[in-house]
């Protein structure tokens, strides 16, 4: 069949647009916050071989993730067994490579007898069992301490819901009722492709769009090959640091060499540390997801996602070590912190390469923070977020303040929806002054939260950059490092490392600041007006702008109002 390339486009955009009506029912539907508020969540349309032709714009993360989890369920369930209604649900990590509260549901789609397509969506479920609540412990050894493992299996046949499944899974989380919604939710994103998938083929033939679905993917081949030649070829080699596992904060190194030639990127994590005793182990296809990520956003950020992105890039992770973990190691604690840490080495690696097109180190660390237990009416339940934090500057351009960075970019959960929805009360909410570092082009700033538990709880807060602070490039300088405290109910207060888990009493504060960003170019080569104007906003002291800048600041803040 001859390719037109308006057509091309046109199918392009429609898979796209599949991919996000889907995102838009799941977070429609669902009834736990995580994924409502903050969207944490991802949908995707996939060739009937597994192959990504598009997925809506929620969580990079998810780009190398969700593609090992189609091919791995479509090696249990190959297409002849699969039929018009199934849909079959995964967490475990060493099949679908994420952590356990990441459940995926897989859907095949049909034309007639015909496979189509394949629709996934992948979510965060507020809890799976385990340890603690939230099931995200920074103390497990191994994964069955970090909740239910559930294989490959068929939720629904022949559009038959297997309820007595659903009850077994929901048997074994503390939060039964949210549990439930969030399945029924993610089960009518997959309808909902599928449904939009047959009228697409309804309208220019399947054979069509299986023609132009492999061309979707090539065209991302050629195109990131093209964009490959504005790289100078060479390796380039970068080390980075992860800050302990959980039960030591001893570092960890992240090693990789990326090698830029005709042939593509090769990426060869060789050196990296073995695996951690702690949940901080990442699996391959977490892995790739950074890799992906990161030399997207160098080569072309514009790059609609798809297969044809690993058709270019080869992987290389030694087993056995933090990024390709054998079974058991805990890995929840992965996608939180070790995923932000592979991607910060690749761009480190590739910054030597093309500085202009690399930003500074970002936050490090999706932050997270969670907090579970009974409330005052008996009931179990679990909050579950995670906070944004500084962008590392860029040429040209400032970081962005109080933002998830790299690997994830949810929403934060509105504070009214917090303290409605658990027995907490939110204290402080904001960007920390002087937390972004000094540059010609600024870090951006991290946030700060405190909240205050209403009732007893197990709380689990882990973070990163709190004793190496986000790196700066072309001489800008570091950002300020993350910390975390706990205020007592008498008043006293007491630093925590960046990774705990421990029961806490009513009427005690946890205190959680993220790390900024690092600066881009010399700080005393930023404009003085910049300077001033950071002064205003709140995000530089007058103390740090005459000594990171050289700038002083003789007039008060009224003379200058806000444009």
């Known amino acids: 069949m001859r390719t037109d390339p308006v057509t091309l486009e046109v199918l392009r955009n429609a898979f796209q647009s599949v991919a996000e009506e889907m995102g838009v029912t799941l977070t429609r539907t669902a009834l736990s916050p995580n994924i409502k508020d903050r969207r944490d969540c991802s949908t995707a349309v996939y060739t009937p071989e597994g192959a990504l032709v598009a997925q809506a714009e929620h969580i990079p993360l998810h780009l190398g993730l969700m593609p090992a989890v189609v091919k791995k369920v479509l090696e249990h369930f190959p297409a002849e067994d699969l039929a018009p209604g199934d849909a079959i649900i995964i967490n475990d990590p060493y099949v679908s490579g994420s952590h356990l509260p990441d459940v995926c549901l897989v859907s095949p789609v049909f034309a007639g007898r015909r496979l189509l397509a394949i629709v996934a969506n992948l979510a965060h479920h507020v809890d799976v069992g385990g340890m603690v609540p939230g099931s995200m412990s920074t103390t497990a050894t191994e994964i ?35 549990f439930f919604g969030d399945i029924q939710a993610q089960l009518s994103a997959n309808r909902v492709g599928g449904k939009r998938l047959k009228e697409l083929a309804q309208k220019f033939g399947s054979g069509t769009l299986a023609h132009y679905t492999e061309e979707i993917i090539r065209y991302a081949e050629r195109r990131f090959r093209a964009a490959l030649k504005d790289v100078p070829p060479g390796t380039y080699r970068f080390t980075d640091y992860l800050e302990g596992d959980g039960l030591s904060e001893d570092l960890i190194a992240i090693t990789a060499a990326v090698t830029v030639g005709p042939a593509g990127v090769r990426v060869d994590f060789t050196g990296t540390s073995p695996q951690v005793k702690g949940p901080v182990n990442a699996t391959r296809s977490v892995t790739l997801a950074c890799v992906y990520f990161a030399v997207k956003a160098v080569c072309d950020p514009d790059l609609p996602a798809s297969e044809g992105i690993a058709r270019v890039v080869e992987v290389v992770t030694p087993p056995g070590t933090l990024v390709n973990p054998r079974f058991p190691a805990a890995v929840a604690h992965a996608n939180i912190n070790t995923a932000q840490r592979i991607a910060d080495v690749v761009l480190g690696a590739l910054a030597q390469a093309v500085p202009h097109k690399v930003a500074a180190a970002g936050t490090g660390s999706m932050s997270n923070f969670t907090i579970g237990g009974e409330d005052g009416r008996g009931r179990y339940y679990s909050y579950v977020e995670t906070y944004g934090g500084g962008q590392g500057g860029k040429a040209g351009q400032d970081g962005m303040d109080g933002v998830h960075v790299n690997m994830t970019n949810t929403r934060n959960t509105p504070v009214e929806v917090i303290e409605m929805s658990y027995p907490v009360l939110v204290r402080r909410y904001g960007l920390v002054t002087d937390s972004g570092g000094p540059g010609q082009f600024r870090g951006g700033a991290g946030l700060a939260r405190e909240i205050t538990l209403l009732e007893n709880a197990t709380v689990s807060v882990s973070t990163e950059r709190s004793l190496i602070g986000p790196w700066g ?15 007592m109910p008498d008043g006293t207060r007491k630093v925590m490392p960046g990774k705990f888990t421990r029961e806490l009493h009513r009427g005690t504060t946890v205190i959680l600041e993220t790390a900024g960003g690092g600066g881009f170019g010399p700080p005393h080569a930023r404009l003085p007006e910049a300077v001033r104007d950071d002064v205003r906003d709140g995000l530089v002291s007058k103390a740090a702008a005459l000594e990171s800048y050289g700038v002083v600041l003789t007039e008060t803040l009224e003379e200058y109002p806000k444009p």
């Open 473 to 487: 490039l072309a001489g800008g300088l570091p950002g300020r490092k993350s910390r975390c405290l706990l205020e």
């Open 144 to 178: 069955f301490q970090e909740g239910l493992r559930i294989p490959p299996v068929r939720i629904c046949r022949a559009g038959r819901l297997n309820r007595e499944l659903l009850q077994v899974l929901a048997h074994n989380v503390r939060t039964t009722e949210e």
